[in-house]
Nanobody, 124 residues
């Protein structure tokens, strides 16, 4: 399974970015997906999670109401629309895939495959 994240960049506070993560080598429609982020010196934290069906989602409190995750199973791609960006959103963003929808889905241990990360920088 390979995950290729893209769409990161630099933006001013209040701006928007859309991340994409394309999957290959798996039956994408059976994998739950997540976005994590990691800033230097900090632990990797979950940002958003989406069930394989797309019906159920979860957002960290820090991004709730600003970020939206979605997926297109026909395109083997998951998205993270990030609006009203803040400087504290600056981090490397990773997509991750899990074969199961488990109780561990809010942490790094819940995922089997990881993308390479894409940098998001928000300036004030």
């Amino acid at each position: 399974v390979q995950l290729q994240a893209s769409g990161g960049g630099s933006v001013q506070a209040g701006g928007s970015l859309r991340l994409s993560c394309a999957a290959s080598g798996c039956t994408f429609s059976t994998y739950s997906m997540a976005w994590f982020r990691q800033d230097s010196g900090k632990e990797r934290e979950v940002v958003a999670v989406i069930h394989w069906s797309g019906v159920s989602t979860y957002y960290a409190d820090s991004v709730k109401g600003r970020f939206i995750t979605s997926r297109d199973n026909a395109k083997n791609t998951v998205y993270l629309q990030m609006n009203s960006l803040k400087p504290e959103d600056t981090a490397v963003y990773y997509c991750a895939a899990a074969r199961s929808w488990s109780s561990k889905r809010y942490g790094v241990d819940g995922y089997d495959y990881w993308g390479q990360g894409t940098q998001v920088t928000v300036s004030s």
